[in-house]
């Protein structure tokens, strides 16, 4: 017996089209010099790795990387994908698995997560007039553009694995077929629970200097920059994003507790149900995307290392923010891993025959 391929291919499809499309709209930057999103075009990218690419070399470069990958992600989507084995199959995973990157890494940069930190303040402003910002410089195209590589770079990577697995004799869908060891729901709560405590601690490191500024503590930074930013209200959008960081992990740490797998007493409508694993994973899973983009942006930036050899303490915790990128990722999976139950495509951990999925 077979599964229903459609349930596991239909990722491949929406892939192909999302890089068809992009590719196109490259194809009109490359033409009319119109619309290109990075470089100089980019007011929010200057911790951007592509900061320096201009739009005549830039975007023909991402008109054709986006057509050959629609076609990729077309000979890897469908119930008679491509076959290969060998260094042809290796090629073909490190090509997909570097674009994939490239659009949930390197096209973000900073600015996705320092939106998503601020939105909650934006947000919860509004009814009292927002805050003295103008919301059209913040949501631009250059940033809506970032979301759709990231929305991109996510059906890219998990056409890739459904392929990977596919071409290792493995379930599609959930990966299964193979040794379980490092996998196995009781191995993974074990490396997960590490993974989680590291994930929650280091945000925390970065609340806590923030949220001494707003107590008049100058934390890493000199008591003259502590005075200016308390002259500028630096210090309260500090304190917000230092009390996201603490939601975040506080939120972090339900990965590992009961009431990330059943909803409090206290919540009504909720209480005692299950949490619905996708609404843990799914989120763990972007916010550690969105660090590892910002990482990227912040480390490769000469600034840094300025700042760093002048003393500056503030920057200090950022230097942590790849290892709580990592951390968190993994966090998520082993919590995918201890929820996932039984697959209802090869039917992998229930009883009676398993079924095979087709290739």
Known sequence: MTTHPNSTTRPGYAAAVWAGLYGILALLWTLTGDGYPFGPNDPGGQLSLLRLVPADVGAPIVAGLALVTAVVMLAMAGPHAVRLSGVPRLVLLGYGWLVAAALLIVVPD???????????????????????????????????????????????????????????????????????????????????????????????????????????????????????????????????????????????????????????????????????????????????????????????????????????GAVAPILLWPLWAVALAAAAYAYHLRRRGACRHCRYGRKGPRLTHSV
């Open 110 to 312: 900073g600015q996705v997560l320092a939106v998503a930190g601020y939105a909650p303040m934006l947000i919860l402003s509004l009814p009292f007039g927002g805050l003295p910002v103008d919301y059209a410089d913040v949501f631009t195209w250059p940033l809506l553009n970032k979301m759709l590589a990231v929305a991109g770079g996510l059906l890219i990577a998990r056409t890739v694995l459904g392929w990977q697995r596919r071409t290792a004799d493995r379930c599609p869908a959930c990966g299964r077929g193979g040794p379980t060891t490092w996998t196995a729901p009781d191995v993974a709560a074990r490396w997960g629970r590490w993974a989680t405590w590291l994930a929650a601690a280091v945000p925390l490191v970065y609340a806590l200097s923030r949220l001494a500024w707003l107590a008049g503590i100058p934390l890493g930074i000199s008591a003259d920059l502590l005075r200016d930013l308390r002259d500028n209200g630096g210090v309260w959008a500090g304190a917000g994003l230092g009390a996201f960081a603490v939601a975040g992990a506080v939120l972090t740490l339900g990965l590992i507790r009961p009431w990330g797998e059943r909803f409090p007493r206290w919540l009504p409508g909720l209480a005692g149900r299950p949490v619905p694993p996708n609404l843990a994973v799914v989120p763990a899973t972007l916010v550690a995307v969105a660090v590892a983009a910002a990482s990227l942006g912040f480390l490769a930036n000469p600034e840094l290392a300025r700042l760093i050899g002048a003393g500056d």
